[in-house]
């Protein structure tokens, strides 16, 4: 039986929905190309898994075709900005004096290795209702439903690692190791709030700070680093912007 050929088929013309999100993706993705690239190691990407990916990201090594960041995902991280803003908000109107600059009118942060890792913290809380230990750190993600349940459920450290090495890393380098640190998580499919006080783990902050080291010394020394699996179909390897790069 031969197949039936279909002449009257027409690829469907965009929609005008479609149209106005491309004009707006294309925008926002022609924007952030604008933006200069870090030229330092980020305190909160030293938690990845990968020390060979977070080479490529201190090295500016060109991404896949299909690596950079998406109309997208802009609009997430954008959201995700907006989330922060509304939960500082939220947090002074419930009675804690949360700050997001220093006395210099600077974002809370710290500098290491001569300027070669940099940390951004979201605030400090310097007073706060009902005996809060303070003064202590404040970091603030939002997530799709699954993953906020996730935290929710097992605790930043668990289910989220890298989040885990950003806040002892600020602790360690701003001096807030003595109370326990507030994170905050923002559910973007609910508005659901989590709230987790995160004692200062001191190791963790050794071991990332160590690991900042070791890709430094690499990097200077012309040596990439293992990768962190065998597998190239690994999940942090197939969503990865430096696949094809890494594995050819």
């Not at 890298?162 to 602790?171: G, S």
């Not at 690499?218 to 390897?237: K, N, Q």
Request: net charge neutral.
């Amino acid at each position: 039986m031969t197949e039936e050929l279909d002449f009257n088929h027409r690829e469907k013309p965009p929609s005008f929905c479609d149209t106005v999100n491309a004009r707006i993706d294309a925008a926002l993705v022609a924007e952030n190309a604008t933006r200069p690239q870090r030229d330092y190691l980020g305190g909160s990407r030293l938690g990845d898994i990968c020390s060979r990916r977070l080479q490529y990201e201190y090295l500016k090594a060109p991404r896949d075709p299909d690596g950079g960041f998406s109309g997208k995902s802009l609009r997430i991280f954008a959201l995700g900005h907006v989330l922060e803003d509304l939960a500082i908000e939220w947090l002074r109107k419930a009675g804690f004096d949360l700050r997001t600059r220093n006395r210099h009118g600077e974002q809370f942060g710290f500098t290491a290795a001569g300027g070669r890792v940099q940390g951004h913290a979201d605030g400090v809380i310097v007073a706060g209702p009902d005996g809060f230990a303070a003064p202590a750190l404040w970091e603030c993600k939002s997530a799709n439903a699954k993953n906020w349940r996730e935290i929710a459920k097992h605790g930043v450290a668990k289910a989220k690692p890298v989040y885990a090495a950003q806040i002892a890393l600020y602790q360690a380098y701003l001096g807030l190791t003595e109370t326990p640190a507030l994170f905050t998580a923002i559910n973007k499919d609910t508005c659901e709030i989590w709230h987790e006080l995160v004692p200062f783990d001191a190791a963790l902050a050794q071991s990332s700070s160590d690991k900042a080291v070791a890709i430094l010394r690499a990097c200077d020394a012309g040596e990439l680093l293992p990768r962190h699996t065998s597998d190239p179909e690994h999940f942090e390897c197939r969503f990865c912007a430096w696949k094809a790069r890494c594995w050819s």
